[in-house]
């Protein structure tokens, strides 16, 4: 209560400077303020933007976990100090604390790093433009570590959270008013800016990069990557859905992101429309594929072979499919905000992940460049269904008149 | 300005801050984009408009009484055109790997809007001089964003500058490489040329509040 009462004590000293902002923003995030607004309308609802984030990030914390242990498991067993996990999701040989350890103190300087910068430009332009600071970031914050890389050098990921907080977010005029993810934006910036760390065979298990050369290197090929050359890694179905798979950090755990998106649906934050059609798009794109190997139009020595054969159902656990449906297609300032556009947008956030996946091995991560594509076309697809929708009321209405 | 009157000096510095037909009129951004990978390309690739646009200025401003205006357009083509050749022809000629660079670009200068834009706008109605001017003012403020644009791409591209390695070399790693900087690929991609011209317009008009366009 003391924490509180100072606060607000500080906002009121600094109400009027360049640095109210801020300590309103430290205030708010931590408490209920205590002024409320006195003039106008006004709906009275518990889910704040504040409280959707949490959310978000509550929905995201397991996934972490997961990849903190995912981190130290896939470097020891490169290593060969580990045997492979067996006996389902709890297997003794996944969960200890070597494995922990290792991949905590890797991960929370990602953590560090993307909250601090993010949140540091968030006040700074907040202080700048004399605005509140708003909780958006918190979302993105947590997402990045997520999405790169384990062995991203830090001030890579400095460099990429700068430029995908003002580049991607603050030009257009903040939170809310962004065209594209800034979590996306941030991992595409890194992807084209710094290839050599963001793909290939070398950089999804702590430690490989350092060794190559040695007598002991490692590697640790994603899926897509082997299967982009045509080759399958000896990994079951099972592995690949409770994620003990080399992938970004918190991307490998599919049954995990379900749990997360059931989260996300049930306490209405994140839309089941989106999620549930683009799973669609996804499927149906894998059964194109599939039909074409089925009838040889695409034969075995076909560099595409690889990917095309893999069952449709496969492509939604492994890569990123599943976190970029759950997480980032679903975000609700870049997806499309009607009912109708949410089904179409989230189709083609399906449809278009697998074309890409397979079509382009350059870029394996489809889903990625599928949501930022989608983001653009949102607007656009809103636009055309609210013209719809005006249309056939304007319809209606004559055969009521007439 | 001892040589130029205010008047006439207006007319070569208005183009490069103010009235910059790059960051201001939004002209001529496909060559911005595209060829600015390379400080040196940039470089050349503004004089190379300057050189068109000054003497075309000239031209066009001499044959200004006699041009009917019904066919101006296909006049001012055809004189664009030749210069845009002798400039071709000339860095053909003596800077060959560069002329490979910039490959279509230079003869893309005849379709550049600033060219077309300063001649109907300002050669078919002022005399030579003014006009000559005019022609290297905004062939300068042309040259300066992509200098501009040129430099932080190669630099942070590429790590030299002018082909010169000022930040050390990625492979021995020395310098900034040494502690384990690495030079940015997306820098080197059109998009981000678009994003740094969008930087400077940003400054630019944060600077000048009166540029900022009311919608």
């Known amino acids: ?402 | 300005m001892g040589l130029l009157s205010k008047k006439d000096s207006k007319l070569i510095l208005d183009p490069l801050a103010d009235n910059n037909p790059i960051t201001i009129q939004v002209l001529g951004i496909c060559s911005a984009l595209a060829i600015t990978a390379e400080l040196k390309a940039s470089i050349v690739m503004g004089l190379s408009v300057m050189a068109v646009l000054a003497i075309g200025n000239v031209v066009i401003s001499l044959m200004r009484n006699i041009i009917p205006s019904k066919i101006r357009i296909i006049v001012q083509l055809v004189v664009v055109a030749a210069l845009v050749i002798i400039v071709d022809l000339v860095l053909k000629a003596y800077s060959y790997q560069l002329s490979k660079t910039l490959s279509v670009f230079v003869g893309l200068i005849i379709t550049n809007c600033i060219i077309m834009g300063r001649f109907e706008a300002f050669a078919l109605a002022n005399g030579p001089w003014r006009s000559f001017l005019d022609g290297i003012g905004n062939a300068a403020g042309y040259a300066l964003i992509l200098v501009i644009v040129g430099f932080f791409r190669e630099l942070l591209g590429s790590g030299t500058l002018l082909g010169f390695k000022v930040l050390g070399d990625p492979i021995e790693k020395t310098g900034l490489y040494a502690l384990g900087y690495e030079n940015n690929g997306f820098m080197l991609l059109s998009p981000m040329a678009l994003i740094v011209v969008g930087i400077i317009i940003w400054v630019q008009r944060s600077r000048n509040k009166a540029l900022i366009e009311d919608h």
């Open chain 1, 1 to 402: 209560m003391s924490l509180k009462n100072n606060l607000d004590k500080l906002k009121q000293k600094y109400k009027g400077t360049k640095m109210a902002t801020a300590f309103g923003a430290f205030h708010t995030f931590l408490y209920t303020p205590n002024d409320t607004t006195h003039n106008g309308t006004h709906i009275k609802a518990a889910d704040d933007l504040k409280r959707t984030m949490n959310t978000v990030i509550l929905a995201l914390i397991p996934c972490l976990i997961f990849g903190m242990f995912n981190a130290g498991y896939q470097h020891y067993l490169a290593a060969g100090d580990i045997d492979a996990a067996t006996g389902g999701f709890f297997s003794s040989q996944f969960w200890t604390l070597d494995n922990f350890s290792l991949g905590f103190w890797k991960i929370i300087p990602l953590v560090i790093v993307s909250y601090g910068v993010g949140l540091g430009i968030e006040f700074l332009f907040a202080t700048i433009k004399n605005h509140e600071v708003e909780e958006g970031y918190l979302v993105t914050g947590m997402l990045v570590p997520l999405i790169v890389p384990v062995d991203i050098p830090l001030w890579m990921l400095a460099v990429a959270v700068a430029f995908g907080v003002v580049i991607g977010k603050e030009v257009f005029g903040g939170t809310g008013m962004n065209i594209l993810n800034p979590a996306l934006t941030i991992r595409a910036f890194l992807f084209f800016a710094y290839p050599t760390w963001m793909s290939g065979d070398k950089v999804w298990v702590q430690g490989a990069v350092e060794s190559i050369g040695k007598v002991d290197a490692i590697s640790g090929e994603t899926m897509l990557g082997s299967l982009a050359q045509g080759r399958h890694l000896g990994y079951s179905v099972w592995d690949m859905f409770y994620g003990f798979i080399p992938g970004s950090i918190g991307e490998t755990s599919t049954l995990l992101i379900i749990l997360g998106g059931l989260f996300l649906i049930f306490t209405k934050i994140g839309s089941w429309r989106i999620m549930l059609s683009s799973v669609v798009g996804a499927l149906i794109m894998g059964l194109i594929f599939n039909y074409l190997v089925d009838v040889n139009v695409i034969s075995e020595g076909s560099k595409f072979y690889g990917l095309m054969s893999t069952p449709f159902w496969e492509h939604l656990i492994i890569g990123g499919f599943a976190f970029g449906t759950v997480y980032m297609a679903t975000d609700p300032v870049t997806a499309s905000q009607t009912n109708k556009g949410k089904w179409i947008y989230g189709f083609f956030v399906g449809f278009l992940s697998i074309l890409i996946r397979v079509f382009n091995p350059a870029y394996p991560e489809g889903v990625m460049l599928a949501i930022l594509l989608m983001n653009v076309f949102a607007p656009t697809i809103d636009h055309y269904v609210v013209k719809g929708n005006i249309k056939q009321r304007l319809k209606r209405l004559k055969v009521k008149t007439a």
